[in-house]
């Protein structure tokens, strides 16, 4: 099998995940969201929809919501149908080739907040949520001093963190053994509340990753643990996490532009903005030892710009070799990658669909795609020729298959995967697809 699914003997070395056969992996996904925040806590897709995802649109992954409320409605009391549900969707991910990233999600703190999801309303006081008043635009209500005590209290109550903790060593100890699970990013956006800028990470949220990670490693060791910098991050601070005293880290920030975010649409004179927070990015993981994932990018699909913004975003992302997750796989007129009606953005589509190496047995240099031209690019230099190098070509690009070129390499076109083995170890391998 050319891209095993099973998680076993992934890690993170060198700032890349890496497989069994000590290749790179290289995530591309879409984000399982929308109703994921609310009651029943699922959307629209079913298999076929999950199928489709490498299928139709070359994607490996998926950042799959989830929602503490949903899983510990009760303070202690875990619902396990919502656990069963949840391991159906996965069961579907696995069977299409496909890795789960688990994201315990919020927005807002909590349902306790009109338009928020995330914490159960046992977690902090219910006079928070009855003074909460909304703002105009969601983002804006984290303002709301009442939000910023509840998260407070999160940041500042042991008790609280190890309820939360106790909630993923459940998650942990359901799918430990699921083959489609490589890891969990463990809160969403963490907001600083009333803490500094700079203190925030170092002396709340490195502290809580450093509690929950373990707890959740206790039942599933060989997760690989995707770390966000605070919600700061996406207004362009730098972080200021540290080294972690564990392994196995993949840097797991967002990458929105802020306008576009306020619903101002892209102005591409931001392209560069965005390719050089990417930059940014990087080198912040690399101090980290980690690899990079980013774990949204997104934006409103009929607003100015879309088609730039998505491309600046994955070329940035190609030019750091990083992985990604679109937010999301909606059925709306909002992010989602399809039409209420569910038929296709095509435009969107045709940019998020691109082709991508999955994996690279040896140590990749570049990779670029020219959307315009179809024309993909990646050089690599071999590390063995026993196994091979996948990459992503989506049939949109290449109808009927790419043409492909290799230098160093011989190539084998499978569906809409081309598979290179190169000719000798430690040889400089460059493989370029084009439109037939
Ligand atoms: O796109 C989502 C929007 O429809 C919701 O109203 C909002 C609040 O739940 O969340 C948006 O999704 C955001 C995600 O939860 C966190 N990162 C930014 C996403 C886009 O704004």
């Known amino acids: 099998d050319p891209t095993p699914t099973a998680t076993p003997g992934m890690r993170v070395e060198g700032g890349f995940i890496r497989d069994a056969l000590n290749r790179e992996v290289i995530l591309r996904g ?3 969201s929308g109703d994921h925040k609310v009651p029943p806590y699922f959307d629209f897709h079913t298999q076929p929809d999950v199928t489709r995802m490498r299928d139709d649109w070359g994607f ?30 996965l069961d579907w991910a696995h069977a299409a080739g496909l890795h789960v990233v688990l994201d315990m999600h919020q927005d807002v703190y909590g ?28 983002f804006l209500s984290y303002l709301d001093p009442n939000v910023t005590a509840c998260f407070d209290d999160l940041w500042n109550t042991i008790a609280l963190q190890d309820a939360f903790a106790a909630a993923w060593a459940v998650v942990a100890a359901e799918f430990a053994d699921h083959p489609a699970v490589l890891g969990f990013d463990v809160l969403n956006e963490p907001y600083l509340g009333s803490a500094s800028l700079d203190g925030f990470e170092r002396d709340l949220l490195q502290p809580f990753y450093e509690r929950v990670v373990p707890a959740v490693r206790a039942h599933a060791p060989h997760w690989l643990a995707f770390l966000e910098p605070s919600s700061m991050r996406n207004l362009g601070w730098p972080t200021t996490l540290s080294p972690f005293p564990f392994g196995d880290v993949v840097y797991a920030p967002h990458s929105y532009d802020n306008e ?3 619903g101002m649409g892209f102005d591409p004179a931001r392209r560069q903005a965005i390719l050089d927070n990417m930059a940014a990015l990087a080198t912040e993981a690399r101090a980290l030892d980690a690899a990079l994932w980013i774990g949204e990018y997104g934006g409103q699909t009929s607003h100015a710009g879309i088609v730039e ?6 070329d940035a992302a190609d030019a750091q070799l990083a ?10 007129e909002g992010y989602g990658v399809l039409h209420e009606d569910g038929t296709e953005k095509a435009d969107v589509l045709g940019v998020l669909s691109r082709p991508y190496p999955q994996r690279i047995a040896g140590t990749p240099t570049v990779w ?24 992503s070509a989506p049939e949109r690009h290449y109808p ?20 290179v083995t190169a000719t000798s170890q430690g040889a400089p391998v460059t493989v370029r697809l084009l439109r037939r």
């Open 260 to 262: 576009a975010e306020q």
């Open 368 to 391: 670029s795609f020219d959307s315009v031209g179809g024309v993909f690019e990646l050089r690599f230099t071999a590390a063995g020729t026993a196994a091979p190098t996948v990459v």
């Open 111 to 138: 349902p306790g907040f009109l338009g928020g999801n995330g914490a159960p309303l046992w977690t902090c006081d219910a006079s928070r949520y009855a003074a909460f008043v909304p703002a105009a635009q969601w």
């Open 309 to 314: 913004y998505m491309t600046a975003e994955l």
């Open 30 to 32: 879409l984000n399982f």
């Open 323 to 332: 992985g990604t997750s679109y937010w999301h796989y909606g059925r709306d």
């Open 60 to 89: 490996n992954s998926m950042r799959f919501v989830l929602e503490w409320v949903a899983l510990e409605p009760q303070r202690g009391a875990y619902d396990r149908d919502y656990l069963a549900a949840v391991r159906q969707r």
């Open 400 to 419: 009927g298959g790419p043409r492909v070129e290799c230098v160093g390499c011989t190539a084998v076109v499978e569906g809409n995967q081309v598979l």
